[in-house]
């Protein structure tokens, strides 16, 4: 350290020292105590906000803390929520025997939860880790929120590791909480912990474990997450399981590496399970990977076909548009022809680096190569993710035919969404508008319709 | 800067109107920045300004003369500048110049001026009054508390708040209590006035807070005196 930081540091000290020192040693009259205590239970919310603001920051250490917190017994429930907090953020000890007190009196599932969260601001103590650990796998969310979070801020040199201990214990539920809270205390020295936990016979437990590798790992962790995916069960909790790998994978920023990375991962699984991964592949993507799953797409087994365009439907760029494009032109098993068209289409509307005229490029060529209604209505539903004014140039004629209408309807009012596609072309979208609000049997589109017409907008719901 | 160049720019400002050019005036800003050190200079470039200002130039010309002396300005140039106190045009010029001069002639003649003043030119010197926080003009002020003209005494009530010494507050406390109708610019100029005294003055802040937080005021009146009432109890700690 050079002598100025030093200098530095020494001032830094001081003030914090004094700071502190004021803090706990000035002690505050009696009046503006008992000012402050006969505002706490005032009947106007804004009136006890003024106390609260005081006990906060009003000094005098413990004994001026333990008096704030002898209110509590006799406070309404509301009142005992704003001062809970407000006590939490003091962040005296000295209050935690009377915030326990409460939490173990009161029925109030509101009072019971702000105790919970303010425990975790008042510091470690032997009775409390194990009691909030309880409260992670107590019926109330309310409070089992608060208790995650207070173990998420709860301070002390080994609340880490004694979480972690909790963990083997715990009940699934518990133990997927206790989980999520390592990896939101970023515990890296847990990882093989999770790691251990993605096999758990416990769908919750799993999936908060490959959620935390997916916050915490990096490259010596692709390996051993691969039988988390293969052990996760095939649909939500399997794609997010694959999500997670991917995440991992998207650390590395050379797409050679990752390729290899991933490669080198999944030769240490069985051959035998190696297809069941395709669809990770496809998320993880990149040039070297597109060859892998290619090959696999367009193998003689139809069974690994299936697995390799489920694989390229999953790519996170348009790469592997034409490769799609490839099987469905020629296939001659109809299924087949069916997925890879899907995929195509799919893959061929995905938000990537390209621009919105190379998406409806795509789209317009996906049309020529539709061979049923069923799949041009796919295409002028995907339409709607190129955002350019030629898209509903391109859809608008479509409109006129009944059996497209109701999607186009819907492909419109998604493009006019978009202000900075709808603005500069106005005219022209309040003209295609007024078809839709003609034509369409569904008011949520029709009301949409209107709202943008109008220059407002619309909220999604969910 | 050359003293050819200042004289050219005194008289451009002879010609000087809305929408000519601002560059003929450079010569007197930088003439105000070499008077910085220079006592004489500034002396001398004060003098010409007040001329000029006492000459017959156009609105914008005189507003230009006010901007220049409300910089290096002395009580010397008050009688020129406080002659334009009650006329409607460079009033509030003037003012700008008057409220922003710690000279205490400067507060004088705003004093003065109040008198002989009505309407928008009186409400706008005691405006300058508050915001000089002139503390020798409380007495002058508190009279108006009781005007005919609300916006007369709602102006009185802000500037006293805006003083806000122990006087002041007595004022509008003397007033308060025996006034019908809207007593919020008084009830504003005494919590303004116990804010100002309050860490001089705890506990005559804390007067002032506590005749406001009893149940005939409103709520808002009542929490904002009650949060001082705190912020002087804290401060007697």
């Known amino acids: 350290m050079n002598r100025c930081s030093g200098i530095a540091c020494l001032v830094v000290g001081l003030v914090l020292s004094s700071a502190t020192a004021a803090w706990s040693a000035k002690k505050p009259s009696a009046d503006y105590l008992q000012m402050i205590v006969k505002l706490l239970s005032d009947n106007d919310p804004e009136f006890r906000g003024i106390a609260l603001e005081q006990v906060r920051t009003a000094g005098g250490g413990a004994a001026t803390t333990e008096l704030f917190a002898s209110q509590l017994t006799v406070l309404s429930p509301a009142a005992q929520v704003g001062l809970l907090g407000a006590l939490a953020d003091r962040g005296d000890a000295a209050a935690r025997g009377s915030v326990l007190a409460l939490y173990q009196s009161s029925q109030d599932e509101a009072v019971r939860a702000a105790a919970i969260r303010a425990l975790g601001q008042l510091g470690e103590s032997p009775e409390l880790l194990p009691l909030l650990v309880r409260v992670l796998g107590s019926a109330s969310t309310a409070e089992q929120v ?317 | 800067m050359s003293a050819e160049s200042l004289t050219a720019a005194l008289t451009a400002l002879q010609q000087y109107d809305w929408g000519t050019d601002t560059a003929v005036l450079a010569a007197i800003d930088d003439a105000i920045a070499a008077a910085h050190s220079n006592e004489s200079v500034r002396k001398d470039l004060e003098a010409r300004l007040i001329a000029a200002l006492q000459s017959n130039l156009s609105r914008d010309a005189k507003d230009c003369v006010c901007r220049k002396l409300m910089i290096i300005g002395t009580a010397a140039c008050v009688p020129a500048v406080a002659s334009l106190l009650d006329k409607p045009e460079h009033a509030h010029m003037a003012r700008f110049v008057l409220e922003r001069m710690p000279a205490p002639e400067a507060a004088q003649a705003l004093r003065d001026a109040l008198g002989k003043l009505d309407g928008n030119l009186k409400i706008g010197v005691i405006g300058s009054l508050g915001a000089h926080r002139d503390t020798g003009a409380v007495a002058v002020l508190a009279p108006a508390l009781r005007s005919n003209d609300a916006a007369v005494a709602r102006a009185a009530a802000w500037a006293l708040g805006a003083i806000g010494t122990a006087d002041a507050a007595a004022a509008l406390q003397a007033t308060l209590s025996s006034a019908d109708g809207n007593k919020s610019p008084m009830i504003d100029g005494l919590l303004a006035c116990a804010e100002s005294l309050l860490k001089q003055q705890p506990a005559a802040a804390r007067a002032i807070y506590q005749s406001l937080a009893g149940d005939d005021q409103s709520r808002l009146v009542r929490l904002a005196a009650t949060r001082g009432m705190l912020a002087c109890a804290s401060a007697e700690s």
């Open chain 1, 146 to 462: 608060a208790a995650r979070q207070s173990l998420i801020v709860l301070r002390g040199d080994t609340v880490t590791a004694s979480i972690a201990r909790q963990m083997p214990s715990a009940a699934p539920a518990q133990k997927a909480g206790l989980i999520e809270v390592l990896a939101a205390r970023w515990a890296r020295d847990q990882i093989p912990a999770f790691i251990a936990a993605t096999l758990d016979e416990s769908a919750q437990v799993r999936a908060a474990a490959m959620a935390a590798l997916g916050q915490l790992g990096g490259v010596p962790q692709v390996a051993a997450m691969l039988p988390g995916v293969l052990k996760a069960a095939k649909g939500a909790e399997r794609d997010a399981a694959e999500k997670n790998v991917a995440i991992v994978c998207s650390r590395i920023a050379n797409d050679d590496e990752r390729a290899t990375t991933l490669i080198q991962a999944l030769e240490t699984i069985d051959t035998a399970q190696r297809d069941q991964l395709l669809g990770l592949v496809g998320r993880v993507g990149g040039k070297k990977l597109i060859k892998f799953v290619a090959g696999i797409a367009t193998s003689s087994d139809p069974a690994q076909r299936k697995l390799g365009i489920d694989a390229l439907s999953k790519w996170p760029d348009a790469s592997v548009a034409d490769q799609l494009l490839e099987i469905a032109k020629m296939t001659k098993d109809p299924e087949e022809r069916s997925r890879a068209f899907q995929g195509f289409v799919k893959i061929s509307a995905t938000r990537d680096k390209r621009s919105d005229d190379q998406r409806l490029q795509r789209m317009k060529q996906a049309m020529k190569e539709a061979n049923s209604p069923a799949e041009q209505k796919l295409v002028l539903m995907r339409c709607r993710t190129a955002y350019t004014v030629d898209t509903l140039r391109f859809v608008l004629p479509y409109l006129e035919d009944p059996q497209f209408a109701p999607t186009v309807c819907e492909t419109i009012v998604e493009l006019a969404h978009h202000r900075e596609i709808r603005d500069p072309n106005k005219a022209e979208f309040d003209q295609a508008l007024n078809k839709v609000i003609a034509i369409s049997k569904d008011p949520v589109v029709v009301e949409r319709a209107r709202r943008y017409q109008r220059g407002e907008t619309w909220e999604r719901s969910g």
